[in-house]
Structures are given as C-alpha cells and as structure tokens.
C-alpha cells in the first residue's frame, strides 16, 4: 500500500515538472515572437501663425550740438631767433683715473723665507697621577630605604544577582502523531 502511494506521488511531482517545463518553454516562445507593433499616425501640425511685424518707429533727428569757440593759441616764434647746440660752452673734461699696478709686481711665493729645519714643537707631558688616591666605593652594608604604601581602599562589592533557571529543552517526539484521514463522516 505505502509503495503504491510512493508512486503515486512521484508519478505525480514528474507531471507537474514536465508541465511546468514546457508552460516555460511555450512562455519563452511567446515572448520571443512579439507581434509587429501598428504604425503610429503621424500627428499632422497645423502652420505657424506669422509673427505680425512690428511698425518700424522714426525717432527724431538729434539737435546739431553747437561747436565750442577755438582758443586762441600764442604764435611760436620763428626758428631762427633759438640758440643754436653748436653755441653751447663745451663740457668739462673728466680728470683720468689713476693705474691699477700690474699683477707682476705681487711677491711671488717662492720668494718667503724658508721654514727653520731644527724647530721642533714641545711635547705635551700631564702629571702623573698620586698615587694614594681611590675612588670610594658604596659602603656594603647600607640598605635602601623601603617605601611603604597604604593599603587600597575596598571596592564596595556589588550584590549577586541570581539568574533564574533555564526552561527545559524540549525532546524530540520518537513517534509521528496520527492524521485524521478524509473519510466519510460515520452515518447513523
């Protein structure tokens, strides 16, 4: 019986894959043969209405702007009553500089005196050292000082909350519970 209703079941779910395969498909197929869309009418505008132009206005003729009087200018005198550059007193000369010396007559460095050969520099010697002099060393038996701190204050210590427990996990039912089936109602 259970087998029977496995097969029924399956036979079933391959019906409704297979119809659903080709509803896709025919879907598909549909939707890639779209139909030719109509032609749209051209909307037909009517003609512009001409701009009227507008009259062409005639403005007045500007007054005649009156000249101002010429200013009378005084007469240059005439070219031959100026001094002539030629009358001119000449210009001072300048007195001339004096020679720089030729560079020839610095001393050449061969001509310094030579350096004495038997010079010798004095030695430096320091003085020696006394000889009872030590450095003195840390006494052995000094301790150093311990810092003593005061104690930290205590913290206030919180009050201990208590959780309450968890809720039981629920288990896992080991048995499927009955289905009514579809059966007639009992008649009486």
């Known amino acids: 019986m259970a087998s029977s209703k496995h097969h029924f079941i399956?036979?079933?779910?391959?019906?409704?894959?297979?119809?659903?395969?080709?509803?896709?498909?025919?879907?598909?197929?549909?939707?890639?043969?779209?139909?030719?869309?109509?032609?749209v009418p051209q909307a037909t505008l009517p003609p512009m209405p001409g701009v009227p132009k507008p009259p062409q206005l005639t403005m007045p003729p500007l007054p005649a702007v009156p000249k101002p009087p010429q200013a009378l200018l005084p007469t240059v005198p005439a070219g031959g009553s100026l001094p002539k550059p030629g009358a001119l007193p000449p210009m001072p000369t300048a007195t001339p500089l004096p020679n720089m010396p030729a560079a020839n007559t610095l001393p050449k460095p061969t001509a310094l005196p030579p350096m004495p050969a038997g010079t010798t520099l004095p030695k430096v010697t320091l003085p020696p050292m006394p000889a009872g002099t030590t450095v003195p060393l840390m006494p052995a038996g000094t301790t150093l000082p311990t810092a003593t701190l005061p104690p930290m204050p205590s913290m206030p210590s919180a009050p201990k909350v208590t959780l309450p427990p968890f809720p039981a996990m629920p288990t896992n039912p080991t048995s499927i519970p009955n289905i009514p089936s579809f059966a007639a109602p009992p008649s009486h």
């Not at 297979?18 to 598909?28: C, D, E, P, Y």
Request: aromatic share 4%; net charge positive.
């Open 10 to 39: 399956l036979s079933l779910i391959v019906v409704l894959s297979i119809s659903t395969l080709q509803m896709s498909f025919a879907a598909r197929h549909l939707l890639q043969t779209l139909p030719p869309m109509p032609a």
